[in-house]
């Protein structure tokens, strides 16, 4: 179950963990091969993600996210990286579009 985060954001974020595939992107070329990582939260505008190796701010990210019995392909921009303290990555994405579908499961 999804637990609402308190805060003076425009969409609420959803402190939730799902799983979640991804392809890095830097200017057009895939940096790695189809990698995993969790949602730390996630709102209609975006979400936080703790990965297993170093993504850069910028980066364009395809991911597929699997919420309940549904899977949702999104596509964002990386905002923010930052090294957390067990040598993951924790980065922010930004969606460029979110599916109706998806939106509805996060509010």
Not at 57 to 71: P, R
């Amino acid at each position: 179950m999804a637990e609402k985060i308190l805060e003076k954001r425009k969409y609420p974020r959803l402190k939730s963990l799902h799983l979640l595939s991804y392809i890095n992107k830097e200017q057009g070329v895939q940096k790695c091969g189809i990698s995993m990582a969790r949602t730390l939260d996630i709102s209609p505008a975006g979400v936080k993600v703790e990965v297993y190796q170093a993504v850069n701010k910028d980066s364009e990210m395809e991911m597929e996210i699997a919420v309940e019995e549904s899977i949702f392909s999104v596509q964002g921009k990386v905002i923010y990286t930052q090294e957390a303290s067990n040598n993951n990555y924790i980065i922010g994405i930004e969606f460029y579009e979110l599916s109706p579908q998806l939106a509805s499961q996060l509010t």
